[in-house]
């Protein structure tokens, strides 16, 4: 079936540095989403996006964050800086349409030490 | 503001036996209803959606919504080791662009 890649797998840095997370969605796919879970709980919502703007965010999407796919490249979640709350695993997802199925790749775990 | 909810947290089912896993939800008006299923280690993966009353069947899974009770349920039929993961329902928000996602069950089963 249809594959998203998230890149790195897993990334640990220190607290107050900046991390990037990679995601290369299904290719013909025009929402894109961030979701953030912790300790295998929970998936929460960060943020979706569309024709290269931010639709909705939750709380959790902290100032800190933010997203971006440059020219069609990977849609990617930056934050700078970040903190020790942000360990957790990142997942995207990417789907056609607001109500069609989510396809998710298999997360980065972020560890901030 | 859409409130999920998922009981059992927990399900131990024995090898060919019925699966039944529960999800309530708080605005009448939801529109679309999915089930994923997430095993260790990987991302969720779609099992099912429905966006009408009643039932609707794909293979071992049956899904069965009923708006006016507020509640979905998933059943799976004749349940395989390989359906052991972590089960979520998700129900979409006030705007239709986020899902509001419950917080889970975990099915175990038994060989």
């Known amino acids: 079936g249809p594959k998203v890649l998230q890149i790195p797998s897993h990334q640990i840095i220190d607290m107050g540095q900046m991390v990037t997370l990679n995601c290369d969605p299904v290719?013909?796919?025009?929402?894109f989403y961030w979701y953030k879970q912790i300790l295998g709980q929970q998936m929460e919502f960060l943020v979706n996006?569309?024709?290269?703007?931010?639709?909705?965010k939750s709380k959790l999407f902290k100032d800190q964050f933010s997203v971006e796919r440059p020219d069609g490249s990977y849609f990617t979640l930056k934050i700078q800086p970040t903190a020790l709350e942000d360990s957790a695993v990142y997942f995207c997802?990417?789907?056609?349409?607001?109500?069609?199925?989510?396809?998710f790749g298999s997360g980065t775990r972020l560890t901030v030490l | 503001q859409q409130k999920v909810q998922q009981s059992p947290e927990s399900l131990i089912v024995p090898e060919g036996g019925m699966a039944s896993l529960n999800c309530t939800f708080s605005?009448?008006?939801?529109?679309y209803f999915w089930w994923y299923r997430q095993h260790s280690g990987e991302g969720p993966k779609a099992l099912m959606?429905?966006?009408s009353n009643g039932d609707k069947k794909e293979g071992r899974f049956t899904a069965h919504l009923n708006k006016a009770s507020l509640h979905v349920s998933l059943h799976i039929k004749d349940s395989q080791p390989s359906d052991s993961a972590l089960y979520f329902c998700?129900?979409?928000?006030?705007?239709?662009?986020?899902?509001?996602w419950g917080s889970g069950t975990k099915l175990i089963i038994k060989p």
């Open positions: 997802a990417s789907s056609w349409d607001f109500a069609e199925t989510l396809y």
């Open positions: 290719s013909n796919h025009l929402y």
């Open positions: 996006f569309y024709n290269g703007k931010v639709m909705e």
């Open positions: 605005d009448r008006n939801s529109q």
């Open positions: 959606s429905i966006f």
């Open positions: 998700a129900v979409s928000g006030d705007s239709n662009y986020q899902l509001i």
